[in-house]
């Protein structure tokens, strides 16, 4: 039976689809149902292509009640910036969860992984920040840390931004790029500075030593890492996660391998076995932050659910619009 | 940078890409690639959707000196039918193998993964069958029966086909749809007698019990299995395996757990370590048929090493062609 397929590109998406409050909500159910049960979600497929310096991973995930499923190729190819390409690439494909059969390619190159990604940290904030937020803190510069900073600032109105990267001409333009926020944006000249300032933090690097140690925390704060995605990256000094009242998982066991919880079991720190989840909090199942002076930790590491979740939402929001190339098949 | 994506649908590639000696050809180096080393091939990656009756199978393969890299995602939907839907379907995305960025979509619901396992019959045949093979026979008779037969035609001008199915009027209805070919063409009425009178025989069935006896086996006789690509399904007598002069994989640790070898190695009946390989075949690193009188066996579980080179080679026949849906992103 004939049916239609539509193929959206980079373009087109960015303008029919930006960080906002219904992208933060799809992401929220999500995690939910990530907490409910029910949520099908194969371990990351791997491909490693040593000879020219690439990886190509695959995700996926099924969410009961979602309409559709999304898979995501995520290839990284290191050597693309001497040819004058970016490194990383790829595309969502959306499948009818009823029937299998492919209902839209999304030419993303990473857009919609950088929307969700933003998404949870708004999510993460949301559920675990103080209420009142005066300072928030991005450390890093890059793409994250300017659309981490949108994400949190749609659900708590700081007065004030705080930047720090290694690179102080990035965190200028960093900060350049996030004018338009209505708060004060300053640079910062030690991460120290902006932690102790912060009452809420998020890191967004690709470190591979913590960028903030355990000494700096104090009450009221949050923190969202969300850089490390991959056994080797760690970004908060794993003291700081035992330290801090509460820690919270995006998905306990890819934490566990991959996120910021890894470092901590590796130095014997952690001795709960399993931490909360994220969409735990947000079911009420587990506690989240018990009153503003409390110090959170969540550890996002990015998972398939927000792909479905993002490449669902989408799918809605162009459904009725002429936006990209319907094949008929 | 820009760079063009070409969208394929189905009825675009069944125009432009048939199974014949090119595509036999780039399957055959395929094999001698994987034999040769260095190629990267992560495990399947599978989602079950249970209370959609579905499931969706990706599977990829790095292969060095081939110019991309497919992933291919394959939903089975066993519903589908009630909805007037066929019940497999899915797509495969060609990438660069020194960039990663996407190069085409083939939108096939399942035929180049047709195309490929038939011409994976036609390389075992080539290598494996005997020299002169008055009479094949093809058991099963779906899609793949038919392809086989033809992929087996290409190979081995045989005089004469025999096909048997447990569904006679279905048997009949393939034979009909091979009218063209260029022999003889009976249904039997019984597995054995086709075996019996066969020097290539091919079963494409998805048997859960050995529809081929050992006891049936003789002299200057071939068979392609290629029915088996889940541990449970089993379309030859273990003791066959062994009673062979040889049995081979088209990838060992997949036979082991997918094919025939599975029962085989259930039953206690191998006793070898790892079974040869149809890729060492086609590069002399294994020994082949030594002589006509032997008795041969080749199990096909199916490899994605086959999508990216059927993808590689479709991608080739429609450069400079206009085939498909050009999306300039």
Same mark, same amino acid.
């Given at each position: 039976?004939?049916?239609?397929?539509?193929?959206?590109?980079?373009?087109?998406?960015?303008?029919?689809?930006?960080?906002?409050?219904?992208?933060?909500?799809?992401?929220?159910?999500?995690?939910?149902?990530?907490?409910?049960?029910?949520?099908?979600?194969?371990? +990351?497929?791997?491909? /490693?292509?040593?000879?020219?310096?690439?990886?190509?991973?695959?995700?996926?995930?099924?969410? &009961?009640?979602? /309409?559709?499923?999304?898979?995501?190729?995520?290839?990284?190819?290191?050597?693309?910036?001497?040819?004058?390409?970016?490194?990383?690439?790829?595309?969502?494909?959306?499948?009818?969860?009823?029937?299998?059969?492919?209902?839209?390619?999304? @030419?993303?190159?990473?857009?919609?992984?950088? @929307?969700?990604?933003?998404?949870?940290?708004?999510?993460?904030?949301?559920? @675990?920040?103080?209420?009142?937020?005066?300072?928030?803190?991005?450390?890093?510069?890059?793409?994250?840390?300017?659309?981490?900073?949108?994400?949190?600032?749609?659900?708590?109105?700081? /007065?004030?931004?705080?930047?720090?990267?290694?690179?102080?001409?990035?965190?200028?333009?960093?900060?350049?790029?996030?004018?338009?926020?209505?708060?004060?944006?300053?640079?910062?000249?030690?991460?120290? /500075?902006? +932690?102790?300032?912060?009452? @809420?933090?998020?890191?967004?690097?690709?470190?591979?030593?913590?960028?903030?140690?355990?000494?700096?925390?104090?009450?009221?704060?949050?923190?969202?890492?969300?850089?490390?995605?991959?056994?080797?990256?760690?970004?908060?000094?794993?003291?700081?996660?035992?330290?801090?009242?509460?820690?919270?998982?995006?998905?306990? &066991?890819?934490?566990?391998?991959?996120?910021?919880?890894?470092?901590?079991?590796?130095?014997?720190?952690?001795?709960?076995?399993?931490?909360?989840?994220?969409?735990?909090?947000?079911?009420?199942?587990?506690?989240?932050?018990?009153?503003?002076?409390?110090?959170?930790?969540?550890?996002?590491?990015?998972?398939?659910?927000?792909?479905?979740?993002?490449?669902?939402?989408?799918?809605?929001?162009?459904?009725?619009?002429?936006?990209?190339?319907?094949?008929?098949?």
């Amino acid at each position: 039976m004939a049916h239609d397929i539509r193929i959206v590109t980079e373009a087109e998406l960015r303008g029919a689809v930006t960080l906002d409050l219904d992208s933060v909500k799809v992401i929220e159910q999500a995690f939910g149902a990530l907490s409910d049960g029910g949520v099908v979600m194969p371990p +990351v497929m791997s491909m /490693d292509l040593a000879e020219a310096h690439g990886e190509v991973d695959v995700k996926t995930a099924y969410i &009961p009640g979602f /309409d559709g499923f999304a898979i995501k190729v995520s290839p990284g190819f290191f050597d693309n910036p001497k040819l004058g390409l970016p490194s990383l690439n790829g595309l969502m494909i959306l499948f009818s969860a009823k029937t299998g059969l492919v209902e839209a390619v999304f @030419l993303d190159n990473g857009y919609l992984t950088d @929307l969700r990604t933003a998404a949870a940290g708004a999510v993460a904030a949301q559920y @675990l920040a103080p209420d009142l937020v005066h300072t928030a803190g991005v450390i890093g510069t890059g793409v994250q840390a300017r659309l981490q900073a949108r994400a949190a600032y749609l659900v708590r109105k700081f /007065d004030r931004l705080l930047i720090w990267g290694r690179d102080a001409d990035k965190a200028r333009a960093c900060a350049e790029d996030l004018s338009d926020l209505k708060c004060e944006i300053r640079v910062v000249e030690a991460p120290a /500075d902006l +932690v102790k300032a912060s009452q @809420l933090v998020i890191t967004t690097t690709p470190a591979k030593e913590p960028v903030i140690k355990a000494e700096w925390l104090h009450p009221e704060l949050h923190i969202t890492a969300m850089g490390s995605d991959q056994a080797g990256k760690n970004e908060i000094d794993p003291k700081a996660l035992v330290q801090a009242d509460l820690y919270v998982a995006d998905r306990a &066991p890819q934490a566990q391998s991959l996120g910021e919880l890894r470092a901590a079991l590796e130095a014997g720190l952690w001795a709960e076995d399993s931490p909360v989840e994220l969409g735990d909090v947000i079911r009420g199942r587990a506690r989240g932050r018990r009153n503003a002076s409390e110090v959170t930790i969540c550890d996002l590491t990015g998972t398939g659910v927000q792909d479905t979740a993002i490449a669902t939402h989408v799918m809605a929001r162009l459904t009725g619009r002429d936006v990209g190339t319907v094949i008929h098949t």
